[in-house]
């Protein structure tokens, strides 16, 4: 889990509810999702980080960050946006297809990401302050 990315940047985002009405395909650069507001003011911000829960796939652990999220009120695409949905558009774009009826998790508790260290080694050293340093390699393991 990082940390900074633990709490949503919009204090009154819904967490529970977040759903996609319909399927999106591997490869696509947003993902429109419903369960928000009328205007969807409690919808996420641009920099928050989240995870895909589909029940009809359990190997979807790619963690993404939401990079734009347009709303009813602030639509810069050429498709409307009805209410209670958000466009959100995605870094990396969606690595597998999302099913009807999955959710969209972000925090708190959430994103977990799961890595695999890039080396064996793992050094640290022991500063002025009697604190170690600690210097490892991550990255991040889809399946």
Do not use: C
């Not at 500063?127 to 399946?143: G, H, I, R, S």
Request: hydrophobic share 30%; aromatic share 8%; net charge negative.
């Amino acid at each position: 889990r990082l940390p900074q990315y633990e709490s949503p940047r919009n204090s009154s985002i819904t967490t529970n509810n977040i759903t996609v009405p319909s399927e999106v395909s591997a490869g696509a650069q947003y993902i429109t999702a419903g369960g928000f507001d009328a205007n969807a003011t409690d919808a996420p911000r641009p920099g928050d980080m989240f995870t895909v829960n589909d029940s009809n796939d359990s190997l979807h652990q790619k963690v993404y960050r939401a990079i734009r999220v347009e709303t009813p009120q602030a639509n810069q695409h050429e498709s409307s946006i009805s209410s209670n949905t958000a466009r959100i558009w995605t870094y990396p774009n969606v690595l597998r297809t999302v099913s009807t009826s999955a959710t969209l998790e972000f925090g708190p508790k959430n994103p977990k990401m799961r890595v695999i260290m890039d080396r064996d080694v793992i050094s640290y050293s022991l500063n002025t302050d009697n604190l170690y340093k600690f210097d490892l390699q991550l990255t991040e393991a889809l399946a």
